[in-house]
């Protein structure tokens, strides 16, 4: 089906365009600047701390610029979870800022003021300029994507090139220009470098572009753009092909999968979640995912198409009224009015050949992402941001309806021009401040968003960076006090106490790290935290337990059993 449209590759203007006083070029770049600003702000007031994941991502660039490999906080092998680019731009760009830490932050505000630009053009491409003018301002004003950006996990550099990605690809269908669709498959294979599920996203695209091709007369242009997508696709992500097949032994397009397959089964058989990623035996031996090195997880798993096919249906289960709660009802989004305006979006407005094809590109994005969000073991709110590219153009589309409809009201009862259209542009505008101050208001209580505000980890890390060994093994529930710490990572186990006893012995870390909160996260951790560990081998030597913030403790794990005393225990003073 080949999508008939006059315009330049250069030209965004959509059907209903209105271009204004102000130049979409001047209006992007004025976007752009705000959104950076505000990005800023909010990484300077509420990034104390880079979060869980953010930290992994920065010791891995760390070990890459030191040499070590791509290496984790767990120095337990190759880190085969994470995708590789994200920290490769990390280690790059600290070379000049001197900091991971600080690199992380950058990139992740630069992508997520960047965004601006592919969600821009697509909406100006779809439905004009009024709907790409809310578009961008969704984008700058919506308070998940500004503390997403202020934030170091890898699904807003991954969001931006997605919908680069999608822009490129709706050029080529309008265009037919084998170019675009190289870009397109570029860009995609730069974002399945930094979240593998893209090659899922590309093979959907791949598949499209076959059976378009065979419902074609001329075809010869849809096979060739097909093929370069696929070939632009391959070629930027062989590489990291390359490196999983090497260090896995087998064929891998990627090899988080296989990870969340283990965990989620054991979900399945109806372990928690902390169960199934810390767990151990009665015999000491790791069955947790995380608690071996990934390679001998991933060793270990055997998985046949029936297996798969049970732990699909289980996972479908499980997950599916959570993502319809989230789309339909998370204020975090913005819902009900973000759900209520991309209803709007959808349905007010004729579908004609043109938008049929251009915006069954989004359909099969946002629907491809719905099925992976099903497929995972554990929901964690940060896998719909990247869902946000889609539900965030049909809002705005919707926005625009919902003006039309203000201005149409208006101008229906007074019959005057500037009346309707201030009328219009009162209710558009409205109803995108609306969504925003509904997001605003749940935003800081998402557990993804509170990562970055415990200073007292930081401040304990640095602490514990000080004391001996030089290079320390840091036994915790989290990651971020063994980062700062410059320390590996050894997890607390999932077991009773005692096991859990017999486990540190055999591991024997340095320091054993206890969090105020959430103090019952492990089945022992709360008693732990409040009476001590029962173990004269454990020394209080940092009490944090009066913190404003969390609070936590660290314990010097000491071989000899005979330390009684308690002596020099720093006291957090601030």
């Known amino acids: 089906m080949h999508i008939v449209d006059d315009r330049s590759d250069h030209q965004e203007t959509g059907a209903a365009a209105d271009p204004g006083p102000v130049s979409s070029r001047t209006l992007i770049v004025v976007a752009v600047i705000v959104a950076a600003l505000l990005r800023t702000a909010w990484a300077l007031r509420h990034g104390l701390a880079l979060e869980q994941e953010g930290v992994e991502y920065a010791r891995i660039a760390q070990n890459l610029l030191a040499g070590r490999g791509f290496v984790g906080m767990l120095n337990n092998g190759t880190q085969l979870n994470f995708a590789p680019l ?277 359909l099969a994005t946002a629907g491809t992402m719905v099925l992976i969000l099903l497929s995972v073991q554990q929901i964690w709110f940060r896998f719909f941001y990247p869902l946000l590219g889609p539900l965030l153009l049909w809002g705005a589309k919707g926005a625009d309806d919902l003006g039309e409809w203000g201005r149409a009201v208006v101008a229906s009862l007074w019959r005057d021009g500037t009346a309707a259209a201030a009328g219009g542009a009162l209710v558009k505008w409205t109803s995108i401040g609306l969504l925003c101050v509904v997001s605003l208001r749940a935003v800081p209580d998402l557990a993804q968003f509170k990562d970055s505000l415990f200073g007292d980890r930081v401040r304990a890390g640095r602490w514990l960076a000080a004391q001996a060994p030089p290079h320390k093994r840091v036994m915790d529930m989290g990651n971020q006090v063994a980062y700062y710490a410059g320390g590996d990572l050894l997890y607390l186990p999932y077991a009773t106490s005692d096991l859990a006893l017999r486990y540190i012995a055999k591991r024997k870390p340095d320091y054993v790290v206890l969090m105020g909160a959430p103090k019952n996260y492990l089945p022992y951790t709360a008693e732990w935290y409040d009476r001590g560990i029962p173990d004269r081998r454990a020394v209080l030597v940092y009490d944090d337990s009066t913190s404003a913030e969390e609070g936590l403790k660290i314990y010097r794990w000491v071989a000899d059993s005979a330390a009684t005393s308690v002596t020099g225990v720093r006291r957090d003073q601030r």
């Open 86 to 362: 994200y920290p490769i731009m990390i280690a790059g760009l600290s070379i000049l800022l001197g900091s991971a830490a600080l690199a992380a932050r950058v990139i992740s505000i630069a992508f997520g003021a960047a965004l601006v630009i592919p969600t821009f053009k697509i909406a100006e491409r779809l439905y004009g300029r009024r709907a790409a003018e809310a578009a961008a301002a969704l984008v700058v004003f919506h308070p998940v994507l500004i503390a997403g950006a202020a934030s170091t996990y890898a699904e807003g550099p991954y969001l931006t090139l997605l919908m680069s990605g999608l822009l490129w690809l709706m050029r080529w269908a309008t265009s037919r220009r084998v170019r675009n669709s190289i870009a397109a498959g570029v860009l995609f294979g730069l974002a399945y470098l930094v979240r593998p599920e893209a090659f899922v996203l590309v093979g959907v695209f791949v598949v499209g572009g076959v059976l378009i091709a065979l419902l074609e007369k001329d075809r010869r242009p849809v096979w060739f753009g097909t093929l370069g997508l696929a070939v632009a696709f391959t070629v930027v992500a062989a590489p990291n092909i390359v490196f999983l097949t090497r260090s896995t032994g087998t064929i891998r397009i990627e090899a988080k999968g296989t990870l969340a397959y283990q965990w989620g089964q054991k979900i399945n058989e109806g372990m928690t979640y902390q169960e199934g990623a810390y767990g151990i035996g009665p015999d000491l031996s790791e069955r947790g995912v995380y608690m071996k090195p990934y390679l001998a997880a991933m060793s270990s798993a055997r998985i046949t198409p029936g297996q798969y096919v049970a732990y699909l249906a289980t996972s479908v289960q499980r997950n599916r009224g959570e993502i319809q709660r989230t789309i339909v009802d998370e204020p975090a989004l913005g819902c009900p009015i973000l759900f209520a305006l991309v209803v709007i979006g959808l349905f007010g407005s004729r579908w004609d050949r043109r938008r049929i094809g251009l915006e069954g590109t989004l």
